[in-house]
């Protein structure tokens, strides 16, 4: 049947035919059967068939491949049902074209009585260049919320670098004072407190650090899933009675290279979050499983490589966000708590994103939040932790040189290894350092250097002392990563080794100890 004759019971002639070639859109009517039974000429534009190759063959040839399955079951429900459904009402709908191109469309339904039964017209609409439009801005805007983001981490990793120096000397400095006490000296728990205010404060200054990506992580394989059934009773004690907490792990078993210390934060604070979010009570659930990330969703998420990912769901009963709160809560110092720091998310998110893997938030108030991490997926099988050592060696004499910019930090690492037995000279400069390893007569056993430092980078200094003072091994001293992969790529593993500010005496005197114990160890014969 053509488009000039009509379908029977509507009209037939020129008059039909100009109504259906006037229209702005591709124009297909469908029979009860399925059957295409009139396209106008614009259908044959878009869909690239001449006319007489789409009447009486069924509407599915129209339909990506991957719809077709259950297209039929909706043309039933409709033709069981007409109502009018009108252009652009919200559906993800796509058209496929006879070179086998699919193109991203709207389409409008309507229906016709006729004597042969009921037709329904579909007015079926191109929208590549808004749908373009639309994914250029939506990538426009995860753009600038990341040099946001970026921005805003500069300069709170910047303060806390410098918050770390001052905590690192409070901290040691009172562990003097508590060795020269006695056990019943009345000012002991007034040092202790002190100690304690002090640790606190460095643990927001590490969230600060996390955040932007400058603390330095310590990955391993992990299985997700195991480290939320080992955290399982914590999280439940930390969300209360009231909150209904449920895991659910998919069949496959993908594992993550993550620091675990930075993990178990990860998933204390998004379970925190969410207990706040449900004051009345509620459900919490932790849905784990493997997914993969293909190149359209790269696509739309340039900061996403795609492949193999461990996804986190995190999903709450609590209430909910607006778009605008949404859109924030991964900023530092951003709260809608009155007692928040604003620090928790803003440290998931740094975590999340320095390990590689992505982080995005889906609220609306009154219904609740669910919030979904993508890991990286690694084929490796976890290993065994190592207990940590609290032992703190003493030195044998060795020269230690110490290279430290801020007075109060070279100060307190030159009272701890003097203490402990070493030998120790202080400088403030790289220029001071390197003529004091040009001293024929000077011996350094160590080199114990910050990283960022006017004047001299302590890597430019590294490559300096190593052509007056060959295989001197080096302890790096910072708050930052990055400078770390600079440290290893221009000392060398085998040489060097990092200590994170701020440190106590114990870490500094096991990492001195293990480096320069080492160098000393027989070669193979």
Known sequence: MSVAGGPAGIGTGSTFEQLLEAAPDAMIGVDATGRMVFANSQTERLFGYPRDDLLGEAIEMLVPERFRAVHPGHRGAYFAEPRTRPMGAGLELAGLRRNGTEFPAEISLSSIETEDGTLVTAAVRDISDRAESEREKALQQQLDRARRLESVGQLAGGIAHDFNNILGVILNYTEFVAEDLGPESSSREDVEEIRRAAERAAALT??????????????????????????????????????????????????????????EQVLVNLAVNARDAMPQGG??????????????????????????YVRLKVSDTGVGMDAETAERVFEPFFTTKDDGTGLGLATVYGIVTGAGGRIDVYSEPGVGTTIK???????????????????????????ILVVEDEPDVRRMAERILTKNGYAVIGTDEGARAIQICARPEQEIDL???????????????????AELCPNVPVVFMSGYSHEVLAADKLAGQDGSAFIEKPFNAGELLRTINALLAKEKAPGPE
Do not use: W
């Open 206 to 263: 590490r969230q600060l650090l996390i955040f932007s990506r400058r603390e330095v992580a310590k990955p391993e394989v992990l299985f997700l899933r195991d480290v939320i059934a080992d955290l399982e009773n914590l999280l439940q004690r930390a969300l209360g009675e009231r909150i209904e907490l449920t895991t659910k792990f998919g069949e496959e078993r993908l594992a993550i290279e993550m620091d675990p210390g930075q993990l």
């Open 447 to 465: 080199l114990l250097t910050d990283v960022v430092m006017p004047g001299m980078l302590g890597t430019e200094l590294v490559a300096q002392v």
């Open 283 to 308: 459900r919490l659930v932790l849905e784990v499983e493997a997914t993969e990330l293909d190149e359209e969703y790269a696509y739309m998420h340039p900061d996403t490589n795609p492949g193999s």
């Open 373 to 399: 991490v993508h890991f990286p997926a690694c084929r490796s099988a976890p290993s065994g932790g190592e207990e940590r050592v609290e032992e703190r060696p003493a030195g044998k004499g060795e020269v």
